[in-house]
């Protein structure tokens, strides 16, 4: 088995798709297609059932998939053991989210942008599941995320920082200064961004015990911010991105304290060896991050 061939086949078992593992690779259709039935070739098994336009792996390449990615993770570890620079360099594809790329991450982009300008940083923004699965998939190099729990299957994770949360309103709402229970919210008009946050999922799991609850979506934390500033509702965010509303006094405090923690994390997929630049990214990330957050 040639490691071109094992290289292809795991990008064709990712995407599910000769044509988009053709762009990803910069090979022409035709290659992919051809190294793939050589690997099936050299196996005397099929690796993948065509079903019209689409493709799906066959149990033999279930099977394969996993020691693909570890002979290809190996051959990096080894070629990168000796030819790694000294000043690290290289793109590293980082799924992140709005809440961190506006307001925790300025101080680290900042770092690279200024102290290693070698290391290009790609950020895509994903939240929860598409950011795990596309880290389990190698998609992602690594992933930011904001989570209640810490432990994900088939990733390695590191907490940087409690992410603290606030109850606001527009001042002069009815429940402003007075001692909120979570019975009190279920029928006052709920502003949130879009679906899959952790902290909104885990605000309407929360109010649900207490009857049914409806969101108004705004789709970004900034419309959502201005939603609630201009008297349309109660929403829960994250501390750090109303911290200049809640100072300006365009927002303010209601007195009720979510019953869940999230962590702001960084993750990798579980056993990938980080290179030089990924690793340096995930130790000033530890530094920068915990340092914004006064928890460093």
């Given at each position: 088995?040639?490691?071109?061939?094992?290289?292809?086949?795991?990008?064709?078992?990712?995407?599910?798709?000769?044509?988009?593992?053709?762009?990803?690779?910069?090979?022409?259709?035709?290659?992919?297609?051809?190294?793939?039935?050589?690997?099936?070739?050299?196996?005397?098994?099929?690796?993948?059932?065509?079903?019209?336009?689409?493709?799906?792996?066959?149990?033999?390449?279930?099977?394969?998939?996993?020691?693909?990615?570890?002979?290809?993770?190996?051959?990096?570890?080894?070629?990168?053991?000796?030819t790694e620079p000294e000043e690290p360099s290289g793109t590293l594809t980082v799924g992140t989210?709005?809440?961190?790329?506006?307001?925790?991450?300025?101080?680290?982009?900042?770092?690279?942008?200024?102290?290693?300008?070698?290391?290009?940083?790609?950020?895509?923004?994903?939240?929860?599941?598409?950011?795990?699965?596309?880290?389990?998939?190698?998609?992602?190099?690594?992933?930011?995320?904001?989570?209640?729990?810490?432990?994900?299957?088939?990733?390695?994770?590191?907490?940087?920082?409690?992410?603290?949360?606030?109850?606001?309103?527009?001042?002069?709402?009815?429940?402003?200064?007075?001692?909120?229970?979570?019975?009190?919210?279920?029928?006052?008009?709920?502003?949130?961004?879009?679906?899959?946050?952790a902290y909104r999922d885990l605000f309407e799991r929360e109010l649900k015990s207490f009857g049914?609850?409806?969101?108004?979506?705004?789709?970004?934390?900034?419309?959502?911010?201005?939603?609630?500033?201009?008297?349309?509702?109660?929403?829960?965010?994250?501390?750090?991105?109303?911290?200049?509303?809640?100072?300006?006094?365009?927002?303010?405090?209601?007195?009720?304290?979510?019953?869940?923690?999230?962590?702001t994390q960084l993750a990798w997929r579980a056993g990938k060896r980080l290179p030089a630049h990924?690793?340096?990214?995930?130790?000033?990330?530890?530094?920068?991050?915990?340092?914004?957050?006064?928890?460093?």
């Amino acid at each position: 088995m040639e490691l071109r061939l094992l290289v292809t086949f795991e990008k064709v078992a990712t995407v599910l798709s000769f044509t988009r593992a053709a762009a990803e690779l910069s090979y022409a259709q035709s290659s992919v297609t051809g190294q793939i039935r050589a690997l099936e070739s050299s196996l005397g098994v099929e690796l993948f059932d065509r079903l019209g336009g689409r493709i799906r792996l066959t149990a033999a390449g279930e099977r394969l998939l996993p020691y693909a990615r570890q002979i290809i993770e190996l051959a990096e570890e080894a070629r990168a053991a000796v030819t790694e620079p000294e000043e690290p360099s290289g793109t590293l594809t980082v799924g992140t989210m709005e809440s961190l790329t506006s307001y925790r991450l300025p101080p680290l982009l900042e770092y690279f942008h200024h102290r290693h300008p070698r290391v290009r940083l790609a950020l895509r923004t994903t939240i929860g599941d598409e950011t795990r699965q596309a880290l389990r998939q190698g998609t992602y190099d690594v992933g930011f995320l904001m989570e209640e729990e810490t432990e994900h299957p088939g990733l390695t994770s590191t907490v940087l920082a409690v992410e603290p949360l606030a109850l606001v309103a527009a001042p002069g709402h009815a429940l402003a200064g007075a001692a909120v229970a979570t019975a009190d919210l279920t029928d006052r008009p709920l502003l949130a961004p879009e679906p899959g946050c952790a902290y909104r999922d885990l605000f309407e799991r929360e109010l649900k015990s207490f009857g049914d609850v409806g969101f108004m979506e705004f789709g970004t934390i900034e419309a959502t911010k201005r939603a609630a500033a201009a008297g349309l509702g109660i929403t829960l965010l994250p501390e750090v991105t109303i911290a200049a509303e809640l100072a300006a006094g365009s927002l303010v405090r209601l007195a009720w304290q979510p019953p869940f923690t999230l962590r702001t994390q960084l993750a990798w997929r579980a056993g990938k060896r980080l290179p030089a630049h990924a690793r340096l990214f995930v130790e000033q990330a530890r530094r920068l991050v915990s340092e914004q957050a006064g928890q460093g």
